[in-house]
């Protein structure tokens, strides 16, 4: 079964370093999305892309997370400078058209 | 107010009981319905859309009161296995994306 592939699983970081998550979605899928979970909280939706392009970064935090997905497929998610809140689950899901979103993984990021 | 608003529990549920768990949702323009089974430090994965009409999967049912903006699941015969959290999961209403729920923590008990 395909699945959504992220990496690295796990990444232990000092504050003000910067990190990058990246995710592999199921092959077909155009749509990707990076959510945030912290601990105890349900995923809170960071960006969106519709292919190479993105549809929804409202509630990304520009001045410190950027996303990409330069050829439409796979997607990297950066934080420079990291900081202590950033600390959580950070979950990248793929979807084909009006179906289900499907999760990968996830990529528990701790800032020391 | 939050958009999704769970009762995070935990619920502790003898095994073979029955248990109901409720959210309500503030986006009235809100289309898509879904229940989300999340294990402890796995990612969620989808458990069962919810329609208006409601729908049973096996021992889960879930129901939809647009009125009230409210959503349930109902589990059967609960299961050990069926100890984890349940997120409450709407979509649309102008977003893409979902937004989900604190989740509800389901403590099945030998």
């Known amino acids: 079964e395909a699945e959504v592939a992220q990496s690295p699983r796990y990444k232990i970081t000092e504050k003000s370093q910067a990190v990058a998550f990246w995710c592999d979605p199921i092959?077909?899928?155009?749509?990707l999305y990076w959510y945030r979970q912290i601990l105890g909280q349900g995923p809170e939706l960071l960006v969106q892309f519709q292919d190479e392009s993105v549809v929804d970064d409202s509630q990304l935090p520009k001045d410190r997370f950027s996303a990409e997905r330069l050829k439409g497929v796979d997607s990297t998610l950066k934080i420079q400078p990291a900081e202590l809140g950033d600390s959580a689950m950070y979950l990248c899901?793929?979807?084909?058209?009006?179906?289900?979103?499907?999760f990968g993984p996830g990529t528990r990021l701790t800032v020391l | 107010r939050k958009e999704v608003e769970q009762d995070p529990g935990p619920f502790n549920v003898p095994e073979g009981a029955t248990v109901a768990f409720n959210c309500t949702y503030s986006?009235?323009?809100?289309?898509?319905f879904f229940w989300y089974r999340q294990d402890c430090r796995k990612e969620p994965k989808l458990l069962m859309s919810v329609y208006s009409s409601g729908n049973e999967d096996g021992r889960f049912t879930a129901q939809l009161n647009r009125a009230s903006q409210y959503i349930s699941l109902l589990i059967r015969d609960s299961k050990l296995s069926d100890s984890a959290t349940y997120l409450c999961?709407?979509?649309?209403?102008?977003?893409?994306?979902?937004?989900f729920g604190k989740g509800t923590h389901l403590i099945i008990q030998p």
């Open positions: 092959s077909g899928h155009a749509t």
């Open positions: 986006n009235s323009a809100s289309q898509s």
């Open positions: 899901a793929s979807r084909s058209g009006y179906n289900e979103q499907f």
């Open positions: 999961v709407v979509a649309g209403g102008g977003a893409d994306g979902l937004t």
